[in-house]
């Protein structure tokens, strides 16, 4: 690894733990704050605290470095490197006391043809006592109960008939719902799990298919180069690779466009 990109997956490693001192501190706590942003989503105090520290931070450690954060927007603007950060990923769930939500932070750098590519990322799941991590050519890893890192790899499965399929619910689909309830049929095993916990899933190859109708790019840079780096793929619903294109499907990459393609009618 190089000593920037190491340097880099320290200190999001360093933010990852800032944010679970926020995060759990306030987990279950009888007088959490709970308000509704514009788009009726649930918000907490403990979200917006986690972000503000880990902008702090970054501010400190990367002033160069461009911010998107889910809570307190996009001040990327012309950077060349920007970290995007989701303070709770499954907020619905960390208000209601249920352990599947995480932190995430994710580093993307502008490439030379103009593209924009996820370089490291980090999901921290305090709740879970879990927490994977990937940088660029360097692998993916669990951590358990802070224990030593594990290296993760996805499955092998190649047909539908096959596949362990995650997925959030049925909201938000619109003319792909039709096809995706038709690969769920087909599929040999279907669970709501929903949120990152699904793609973290695909990265252990504990399930071979995970994928989200619509998503924002900072529910979705971090679980894209941990899925990469454990040998699967990271697409939209329309099969365009990347964390910017509004959907998310991760595969083990070996059934990756025979989902594709029967989710758009080919």
């Known amino acids: 690894m190089s000593l920037t990109r190491g340097n880099d997956l320290a200190l999001a490693m360093r933010l990852a733990d800032a944010a679970d001192s926020i995060t759990l501190a306030r987990y279950q706590s009888l007088d959490l704050v709970v308000t509704t942003k514009p788009d009726n989503t649930p918000v907490t105090d403990a979200d917006k605290a986690s972000e503000e520290a880990i902008r702090a931070l970054l501010k400190s450690h990367r002033p160069d470095d461009g911010i998107v954060g889910e809570e307190f927007g996009d001040d990327a603007a012309g950077a060349q490197r920007y970290w995007v950060i989701d303070p709770i990923d499954g907020t619905k769930n960390f208000l209601r006391g249920v352990p599947t939500w995480a932190t995430l932070i994710g580093l993307i750098e502008k490439q030379s043809d103009g593209s924009d590519v996820v370089v490291v990322g980090v999901v921290s799941a305090p709740a879970l006592f879990r927490r994977w991590h990937a940088s660029e050519g360097n692998g993916a890893f669990v951590s358990v109960n802070g224990g030593a890192p594990k290296r993760i790899s996805v499955s092998q499965v190649s047909e539908i008939k096959d596949a362990s399929i995650s997925y959030s619910d049925f909201i938000g689909w619109e003319d792909r719902l039709a096809p995706f309830q038709e690969i769920l049929k087909s599929a040999w095993r279907t669970r709501g799990i929903g949120d990152f916990w699904s793609h973290m899933l695909v990265a252990e190859g504990a399930v071979d298919v995970a994928i989200e109708p619509k998503l924002a790019i900072w529910d979705m840079a971090a679980l894209d180069i941990v899925v990469r780096e454990a040998g ?28 594709v393609d029967k989710l758009n009618g080919r």
């Open 232 to 259: 699967g793929r990271f697409t939209n619903t329309a099969g365009v690779d990347g964390s910017l294109g509004g959907s998310g499907l991760s595969t083990n990459s070996a059934i990756h466009q025979k989902i």
